[in-house]
């Protein structure tokens, strides 16, 4: 399985960016994607996915600002982030539990 992530770049504070993760290989369902990221010198946290419901399910730290969505037919899941603030400057990675693959990650930095 290979994890292509994009979209990363600079923002200003309140500006917005949206992360897409292409998925290839041997994907069964790109419905197990999850968002993550890690801010320089802390530990890598969670910060979207999909329920087995169909729902999504977020960190309180983004809940109302950030949205994951997919595309089955392009293998991608997207992460909309609007209303970034600093503190969201992090390098963001998807990643696919059922073979525990990650992506390269990408860097969002948001200037105050």
């Known amino acids: 399985v290979q994890l292509q992530a994009s979209g990363g770049g600079l923002v200003q504070a309140g500006g917005s960016l949206r992360l897409s993760c292409a998925a290839s290989?041997?994907?069964?369902?790109?419905?197990?994607m999850r968002w993550y990221r890690q801010a320089p010198g802390k530990q890598r946290e969670f910060v979207a996915s999909?329920?087995?419901?169909?729902?999504?399910y977020y960190a309180e730290s983004v809940k109302g600002r950030f949205t994951i969505s997919r595309d089955h037919s392009k293998n991608t899941v997207y992460l909309q982030m609007n209303s970034l603030k600093p503190e969201d400057t992090s390098v963001y990675y998807c990643?696919?539990?059922?073979?525990?693959?990650w992506g390269q990650g990408t860097l969002v930095t948001v200037s105050s």
């Open positions: 290989g041997s994907i069964v369902s790109i419905d197990a």
């Open positions: 990643y696919y539990p059922p073979f525990g693959s």
């Open positions: 999909f329920t087995s419901s169909g729902s999504t």
